[in-house]
């Protein structure tokens, strides 16, 4: 994960651009295989402390034109904030900047106080987001998309100049109805955030199987990913989360080689703190793995 909100930069403030590339320039140079960027407009906790958050697309696309092999993605682009053909549009353009490189990974969004905030509507999330992602999906495909829906329209939509490739979707989901969504028509899934497996994890993967057979798919034709938060003890941290995974690169190499294990194809890990040092420090573990 990118740095990109709020404490993730140095001192506990937002990152400038330049920090920013330097962790993207870190994970390319490392060997690690891709970037990815949150999504939302601000955080309103409930005692009305407010966390800063820079906008994703944008920052991706810059990253893109400034690196050459890691992999991109959103983790994930809150469906709410955006008009499904013009989100589909952007990931077209993006291709050009980094062709064959993006995910383009999906939700519903959550967080009601950034709805209230910048005026979206909050309710019916999920039927809002079936009709949104159909559109979407489709489009990046290469479909001519026509859907009258109750809450978006598309009328013979379709991707002009289309993309060279059909674009993958990756859905964040945990719900029965999401995960129905990430059965019928998403390339990957995403369950976060972890630090060593446990129950929830366990029930997560139960009902994503469960939505699969319900879907009648292949479950080797959807990649499963998974979030984990990891921490390096040895360098400070302000607020550490109480379940990443911490302790020595064997110990983070062999809680990859778990997940693995598990049938995840893909782990985004959230760095605790993101600095080159832990870039490093993760990539050696996957090294490890790789070596086994």
């Known amino acids: ?149 109750e809450y978006h329209q598309a009328h013979a939509a379709q991707l002009l100049p289309p993309p060279p490739r059909s674009i993958p979707v990756l859905v964040a989901s945990k719900g029965p109805r999401m995960l129905d969504l990430t059965a019928r028509w998403a390339d990957a899934w995403n369950t976060a955030w972890y630090g060593l497996p446990d129950d929830r994890l366990r029930t997560r993967m139960a009902d994503f199987g469960a939505a699969m057979e319900r879907a009648g798919r292949d479950p080797s034709s959807l990649q499963r990913t998974v979030g984990l938060l990891v921490r390096d003890e040895d360098q400070p941290y302000a607020d550490p989360s109480p379940n990443a995974i911490g302790g020595s690169v064997d110990d983070l190499a062999r809680a990859l080689e778990t997940y693995a294990g598990l049938g995840f194809d893909l782990a985004m890990v959230g760095l605790e703190p993101i600095t080159v040092r832990s870039v490093e420090r993760l990539a050696a573990a996957a090294a490890l793995v790789r070596s086994t």
């Open 1 to 149: 994960m990118l740095p990109i909100s709020d404490g993730d930069g140095p001192d506990g403030r937002a990152p400038t651009w330049p920090e920013i590339l330097e962790i993207a320039t870190a994970i390319e140079d490392s060997g690690l295989d891709s970037g990815w960027l949150a999504d939302h407009v601000l955080y309103r906790a409930e005692d009305g402390t407010e966390h800063g958050i820079h906008e994703a697309w944008t920052l991706l696309t810059a990253v893109a034109a400034r690196t050459r092999r890691i992999e991109l993605g959103t983790l994930v682009l809150c469906a709410p904030f955006r008009n499904p053909a013009m989100t589909a549009k952007q990931a077209a353009a993006f291709e050009l900047v980094a062709p064959g490189r993006l995910t383009l990974g999906v939700g519903s969004g959550w967080h009601e106080p950034e709805f209230d905030a910048f005026g979206l509507p909050f309710d019916h999330r999920v039927g809002r987001f079936e009709e949104w992602l159909e559109i979407v999906t489709r489009l990046v495909r290469g479909e001519r998309v026509t859907l009258d829906g």
